[in-house]
Structure formats: C-alpha cells, structure tokens
C-alpha cells in the first residue's frame, strides 16, 4: 500500500490543522494504521493509532483530548484532527500502515509509511 499525507502548514498556538492521509490498494480496510511524529532532534514517536474498525484509538498522553483519528475505509483514508496546537507540536508528522486490522504501538512493526508533513506551530 502507497500513503500519502497532506495538510501540514504553519499555524498559530491553540489553532487547529486537519491530516489526511490518502492509501492506494483495495485492501485498506486491513490495516491498522498510525500518525508518528519527528520533531527536529527527536526521535521518532507514536502520536496516535487506529484498528481497522475505527474502535478505540491509541493517544500518546501529551495529545489526549486535544488531538482526533479516524479513518473512512470507503474512501481508503485516516484523518488527524488536530485542535488546541502548542509550539511542542512542532514536528514532520508521517502516517504509517501495519499489515494487520490491528494498529501497534510498535513503530518496527509498520511496513508502510507516508512521505511526512510539516506542521509548525508558531507561539
């Protein structure tokens, strides 16, 4: 599966920006998938994580309440809504395919991963 995610920007602290992350290949529906994020001289974390169901996501604590996945099978994309943004957030956020209906916390165990996209939060 090909991913390609879209909608990063520059954005204001306590803004909000939209991900989406668009999946070619028909069998979308079977993967769990992830948003990671790098922010610069950082390692790469798990911000958040969906089943194939939708269900119940994974957050990482300091995105609890602030940030939202969900994904459309019909439409073979996941979105990460993203709300009260801090300078923290700052980072190239990448969306990431595990080849199972479920999503890991483990970032080895996803095979496919987007191209990445900046968002900058300014303060």
């Known amino acids: 599966v090909q991913l390609q995610a879209s909608g990063g920007g520059l954005v204001q602290a306590g803004g909000s920006v939209r991900l989406s992350c668009a999946a070619s290949?028909?069998?979308?529906?079977?993967?769990?998938m992830g948003w990671f994020r790098q922010a610069p001289g950082k390692e790469r974390e798990l911000v958040t994580a969906?089943?194939?169901?939708?269900?119940?996501?994974y957050y990482a604590d300091s995105v609890k309440g602030r940030f939202t996945i969900s994904r459309d099978n019909a439409k073979n994309t996941v979105y990460l809504q993203m709300n009260m943004l801090k300078p923290d957030d700052t980072a190239v956020y990448y969306c990431?395919?595990?080849?199972?209906?479920?999503?890991?916390?483990?970032?080895?165990?996803?095979?496919?991963w987007g191209q990445g996209t900046l968002v900058t939060v300014s303060s």
């Open positions: 990431a395919a595990v080849a199972s209906p479920y999503a890991s916390m483990n970032s080895r165990e996803y095979s496919y």
């Open positions: 290949g028909r069998t979308f529906s079977s993967y769990g």
């Open positions: 969906i089943n194939w169901t939708g269900g119940t996501p």
